[in-house]
C-alpha cells in the first residue's frame, strides 16, 4: 500500500522492533534479578553454616548452638515454622527446639513429641519428606490440642556414625506455600553439620 510505501511501513516496523526489544530486556532482567537472588540466597546459606560451625567448634552451650541451627535454617528455608529433636542413645527426646512459636505457645501445646505420626518417619526410617500437605501423608495423626496449623512440610534426619540421631523439620502455616529441591538440600546441609560434631554426644 502507498501509506506502507511512503514512510508508514517503516514506523510500524520500528514500532514492533521497539516493543520486541522492550519485552527482550525484560526477560533478561528478570533472569539477572534470578541469578542475583539465587546467588545472594547460596551466601547467606554459607555464612549461616559457618557461623554455627564456628559456635560448635569455640564449644558455646549446646542449647544455643542447636537453636541458632534451627533459627537460621527456618529462615532460608522460608519457613513460619522449624525445629530440631536430639534423641538420647536409649531413646526419648533429649532436646527438642523450636522456632517461629513462643514461649508461652509452646508451653500450651504441652509434652515434646515422641516420634509418632509423620515425623516418626524420619526418625525411625530415616528418610527426608516434603509434602505440600502434611494431612494427606498416610502415617499423619494429627496435631494436639492447641498447636498451630501447619501444611507443607519439609523434614530431614539428623544422622550420625551408626543411626538416626534426631531430626530437623520446617513447616508453613500458609496452605498456598510449599517447599523447593533447593529448600531441602539447604536442610540436609544444617542437619549435616549438627550429626558430624561428636561433641554434641552427650546429649544422647
Known amino acids: 500500500p502507498d501509506w506502507f510505501a511512503g514512510g508508514g511501513g517503516m514506523v510500524l516496523v520500528l514500532a514492533i522492533v521497539a516493543v520486541a526489544s ?12 534470578g541469578y542475583a537472588d539465587q546467588i545472594a540466597g547460596q551466601h547467606r546459606e554459607m555464612v549461616a553454616l559457618h557461623d554455627s ?12 548452638v542447636l537453636q541458632g541451627v534451627v533459627e537460621e535454617a527456618r529462615r532460608l528455608c522460608g519457613a513460619r515454622y522449624g525445629a530440631l529433636s536430639y534423641l538420647h542413645a536409649e531413646g526419648g527426646v533429649a532436646a527438642f527446639l523450636t522456632s517461629g512459636i513462643t514461649p508461652e505457645q509452646r508451653a500450651a501445646i504441652g509434652p515434646e513429641p515422641v516420634g509418632r505420626g509423620v515425623l516418626g518417619v524420619v526418625l525411625h526410617q530415616g528418610q527426608s519428606l516434603r509434602l505440600d500437605r502434611i494431612a494427606d501423608h498416610p502415617a499423619a495423626v494429627g496435631f494436639p490440642p492447641h498447636h498451630p496449623d501447619m501444611y507443607a512440610l519439609l523434614a530431614v534426619p539428623i544422622e550420625g556414625r551408626q543411626r538416626v540421631l534426631g531430626n530437623l ?3 508453613q502455616g500458609n496452605p498456598a506455600l510449599r517447599f523447593t529441591p533447593e529448600n531441602e538440600e539447604t536442610l540436609h546441609r544444617f542437619a549435616g553439620l549438627v550429626g558430624s560434631r561428636e561433641r554434641l554426644d552427650y546429649l544422647y
Open 22 to 33: 522492550g519485552v527482550f530486556c525484560s526477560v533478561i532482567f528478570r533472569m539477572v534479578q
Open 53 to 64: 560451625s564456628l559456635a560448635i567448634q569455640r564449644n558455646l552451650d549446646v542449647q544455643d
Open 169 to 171: 523439620y520446617v513447616a
